[in-house]
């Protein structure tokens, strides 16, 4: 796959459906009650406060390395890049991965996209599973597999920077 057709594909809509996704995931959150069976996809992983951010435009991806102190001192480092997310540990271990969706929402207001953060902001780091892949799991197998060819390729040509593995989130 051609980069110029995974960012077509996987961009389209990005901004809107991340803006979406997150008040979604905002609302349920302050009724989760009312959330049923989707209540046992959302994952709180921790409160923090962001330490950095460092911005890039890469082939037309929004890209963000974000650095984040959760409660218990554990340093984490997120690299965003449109709607594929990594969490990292800070020895580049890799923890989490797409699918799974992550949210970083700021202590005061409405989530908003992880590039629009600033340094010192408190935040809650959210992942969830996507609807899809609950409803839909041969879909999301297929598109996993799509971004795991499409980022190999980039891993090859040394334009993707950080360490890169799937991993299956446990909840």
Known sequence: MRARDARQL?????????LERGKTLYEALRRRETLGDLHRDIKIYGKGEVMSIRKED???FDQAKIEITLENNREINIIARNEY????SSDNETLVSAPYIINLIPSEGPPIQSHLLNEGDKV???ITKPLA???YEEKVRQWVEKWQQ?????????????PYEFKDFKF
């Open 10 to 18: 996987f961009t389209v809509g990005s901004v809107k459906n991340s």
């Open 58 to 60: 890469i082939l037309g």
């Open 85 to 88: 997310i990594t969490i990292l």
């Open 150 to 162: 499409y980022f190999t390729q980039e891993k090859e040509k040394s334009t993707w920077p950080y």
């Open 133 to 135: 892949m609950i409803l």
């Open 124 to 126: 809650t780091l959210i």
